[in-house]
């Protein structure tokens, strides 16, 4: 079936940088999304991208939606302890989405 | 305020027991999914609808059923649980206005152990 990699699969960083994570498909998709998981919730949208050369931005966060339409990017500009958690990708294929299998960001004290 | 709510949050049952989850929408959506959750996979759908009386399998259905009486609920049925089923499962719902990406709204989950 359709996959989508994402990477890294984790992230150790220090309060105040800038963090970027990526998604690659084998297939096309018309839309990508970005989600947040914060520990024993459901993932929450935080970016969608509907077009390809796409740039989103929603406060410090900023996504691209890729010109071949196989990729997405993430950036977190000036991290927070508050951004921990772990951020998806999703491709939307009818109304179905195919998810990556996450980026973990851990912010170091 | 509209939410989408799941039951049991946490579920300890024995192997070839028959377990039912529970997903409860008040957004008035016609879309739900199940989803299950494991390390390393992210999230792999189970088993979604479009509609009252509509269900469709997902990319991981074996050992499991779902059905749609009403636009509120879809619980989710493992037959006769096994090891392998031990995970989070989390359930979604989206509305099906033309157009756009179809925001899926999540519930919190429940964390099933099949012993």
């Known amino acids: 079936g359709q996959q989508l990699n994402q990477s890294p699969q984790s992230m150790f960083i220090q309060e105040g940088e800038d963090v970027s994570m990526n998604c690659t498909s084998s297939?096309?998709?018309?839309?990508w999304l970005w989600y947040k998981q914060d520990p024993g919730e459901g993932p929450v949208l935080l970016i969608a991208l509907y077009k390809a050369g796409e740039l989103t931005s929603n406060g410090r966060l900023t996504a691209q939606f890729g010109i071949t339409r196989k990729d997405s990017f993430l950036n977190i500009s000036a991290s927070i302890p508050s951004d921990v958690g772990i951020y998806f990708c999703?491709?939307?294929?009818?109304?179905?989405?195919?998810w990556g299998a996450g980026t973990k960001l851990i912010i170091k004290p | 305020d509209a939410e989408i709510t799941q039951s049991p949050r946490h579920k300890i049952t024995e192997t070839g027991r028959q377990v039912t989850l529970a997903c409860h929408q008040t957004?008035?959506?016609?879309?739900m999914f199940w989803y299950r959750q494991d390390l390393g996979h992210g999230l792999r759908l189970i088993h979604y609808?479009?509609?009252?009386?509509?269900?469709n399998k997902g990319e991981v259905s074996d050992g499991y059923s779902v059905s749609r009486s009403n636009t509120e609920d879809l619980p989710l049925t493992l037959e006769s649980a096994a090891s392998s089923q031990t995970s989070v499962y989390f359930c979604?719902?989206?509305?099906?206005?033309?157009?756009?990406?179809?925001?899926?709204?999540f519930g919190p989950g429940t964390r099933l152990t099949v012993l």
């Open positions: 609808s479009y509609g009252v009386q509509d269900t």
């Open positions: 979604a719902s989206s509305d099906s206005v033309g157009g756009n990406y179809n925001e899926q709204f």
């Open positions: 297939s096309i998709f018309n839309t």
């Open positions: 957004w008035n959506h016609n879309n």
């Open positions: 999703a491709g939307q294929f009818n109304y179905q989405l195919i």
